[in-house]
């Protein structure tokens, strides 16, 4: 157990170390928040690509198209029979005008192309809107193939293209993210672990006296750890700080993009302090076991 | 190892705070200690001399737990180094003061912060570290000068501040690696006499020196070390008055004088 007059001394002591290095500290503070930009920029994209994915999962529906050939009956009796497809929350009916109007909206100034034509070559279609559940792919599959044996209709068409790509992409980002990632944990670890080297080093006379004189091992990593724990805070906010101001100048370029909640910029900077602590803890293990005090 | 076994290595002297036993140190390929085998008393004043290589500093180390014997058994307060968990070695430290050659002051503090840093490190109340650093300075002779920087005193007063701190946690052994090795004769027989004057407050001192002149003014039990084994183990009582030499520090002490100072040496021996 700490006695007051150590913990006073600890405390003097994990400060002592900025004021003393400042401008090795500054810089270790400057790479390591660079670094941890790198990370929280990516993290950022993962998250919004998250976000999009979410946004484009939620438009997935089906579209399924009648044979020609259909009574308004026989039309109309499909739809509580798509109703009951587990999954389907809700069944619009589009009739061949109305696909040909939406057609027509769509060409604009070249719509008057369609009067050339003699009939309407449009069928009419069921507009499938999914429950929360169900909208994801292998849901879409399964629905596909159930109606599409059906007699009465005669082509399923759903955006799997595109959503299956964003998927793909989102993948193949998450694990980019995550390589990137670890290559910047671990450089912001060496770089962090190397400064407490050199804080050791500069120290070296401090620590071996505080060995002759009966300090734990304990009580000389405090200091240093608190140092590490510091420079990871400052570097976080630092890479949070850099994050936000490309933010506010993007900002009006980057519609819809969005930022970490508080709880996320907290968790981020917790982050960076683990880190910080973690490259003290490398620097201080090695030394303490093999160095010999006399 | 039991200490039945122990016993049969070797003597085990009941007032022994320090014991080798068969001790053997070996550096990757290189021997430093043979068999070497000796116990010190509580309060016992020893020299450690020989050449510059002989293992004079591996016995120290082997003491204070920066290293350990290959063969045999190191005792220091009663605990077996072999058995010692890491753990338990700041403990044992706190009972052990260091002074050496080069002083290992912290240069960027004074006097003052240097003696008060081995109290903040051990956790000492702030009272009782102002009563202690007050008493220990005094005792050296460098109160007056305890806002002074270690750069700002003579090698002398610096090894005197490394004293201090040793000191200043009331360690029941003090071992002293070439304490005067970087200072003039005159200098040197005034640390000397310090150390003496420590040992007779009941601190066993191991002086560990290479330099004979300072070996031969000492009417103390000198241990001669040659190529890592004990060469000589010799208790030269009275060969010189220790009182004499510590109110004449130019060397005009007679050999062969006995006074009271030597037999209370001896009755700390045998207590």
């Known amino acids: 157990m700490l006695r007051g007059t150590q913990v006073a001394y600890l405390v003097r002591e994990s400060f002592a170390g900025f004021k003393r290095r400042k401008l090795t500290t500054g810089v270790t503070i400057l790479i390591m928040g660079s670094a941890l930009m790198v990370l929280a920029v990516l993290t950022l994209a993962t998250l919004n690509l998250g976000n999009v994915l979410e946004t484009a999962r939620a438009s997935i529906d089906l579209r399924v198209f009648l044979q020609d050939d259909l009574d308004p009956s026989q039309q109309a009796a499909l739809q509580p029979r798509l109703l009951e497809i587990p999954g389907v929350e809700r069944v619009s009916y589009i009739s061949a005008d109305m696909a040909l109007q939406e057609f027509r909206a769509v060409l604009g100034e ?11 070559p449009l069928p009419a279609s069921f507009h499938l809107a999914l429950e929360d559940g169900a909208r994801n792919l292998d849901s879409v599959r399964a629905i596909r193939t159930e109606v599409g044996v059906w007699p009465e209709v005669a082509e399923i068409i759903f955006n799997q293209g595109w959503v299956d790509a964003l998927e793909r992409w989102t993948v193949r980002f998450q694990v980019a993210s995550l390589v990137v990632g670890l290559i910047v944990f671990f450089a912001a670890v060496f770089v962090i672990s190397n400064t407490v080297k050199l804080t050791i080093a500069a120290s070296a006379r401090v620590i071996q006296v505080q060995k002759l004189v009966g300090a734990t091992n304990s009580f000389i990593r405090i200091p240093f750890l608190c140092e590490g724990m510091i420079q990871g805070f400052l570097a976080g906010v630092l890479a949070m700080g850099l994050v936000a101001a490309a933010g506010k100048i993007l900002g009006p370029r980057m519609t819809g993009v969005v930022f970490f909640s508080p709880l996320q910029i907290g968790g981020f900077v917790l982050f960076c302090v683990v880190l910080g602590m973690t490259g003290s803890w490398t620097a201080m293990r090695k030394y303490l076991t093999l160095r010999s005090e006399m | 190892m039991n200490t039945a076994k122990i016993n049969e290595r070797g003597p085990l002297d009941d007032r022994a705070v ?27 004043f020893l020299c450690l001399t020989g050449p510059s290589g002989a293992g004079k500093s591996s016995v120290l180390r082997l003491i204070a737990m920066d290293a350990f014997a290959t063969r045999g058994q190191v005792i220091v307060r009663g605990m077996l180094s072999t058995k010692m968990s890491r753990r338990k070695i ?72 490394a004293i ?47 330099d004979h002149e300072i070996v031969k003014t000492f009417g103390e039990r000198v241990i001669v070390i040659r190529d890592g084994r004990i060469e000589s183990d010799i208790e030269r009582r009275n060969v010189v008055d220790r009182s004499a030499r510590l109110t004449d520090k130019m060397y005009r002490a007679e050999a062969g004088t006995k006074n009271d100072k030597t037999l209370s040496k001896k009755e700390l021996w045998h207590a």
């Open chain 1, 110 to 120: 070249d719509a008057e192309i369609l009067d050339l034509l003699d009939s309407n």
């Open chain 2, 18 to 44: 320090i014991g080798f036993y068969h001790v053997e140190l070996a550096y990757q390929d290189q021997t430093a200690l043979k068999d070497v085998s000796f116990t010190v008393a509580n309060g016992e």
């Open chain 2, 90 to 161: 700041p403990q044992l430290r706190r009972e052990i003061g260091f002074v050496f050659q080069d002083f290992r002051l912290l240069d960027d503090r004074s006097v003052e912060d240097n003696v008060t840093f081995a109290q903040l490190v051990v956790g000492v109340k702030n009272s009782e570290i102002k009563r202690n650093v007050m008493r220990v300075l005094t005792q050296v002779g460098l109160w007056d000068k305890r806002h002074r920087l270690p750069r700002q005193l003579s090698g002398g007063e610096q090894q005197r501040v």
């Open chain 2, 164 to 210: 201090a701190r040793a000191m200043v946690n009331s360690p029941k052994i003090l071992l002293a690696d070439e304490p005067t090795g970087n200072l003039d004769p005159v200098t040197a027989q005034e640390i000397v006499d310090l150390l003496f004057r420590i040992n007779d407050g009941g601190t066993c001192v191991l002086f560990s020196t290479h």
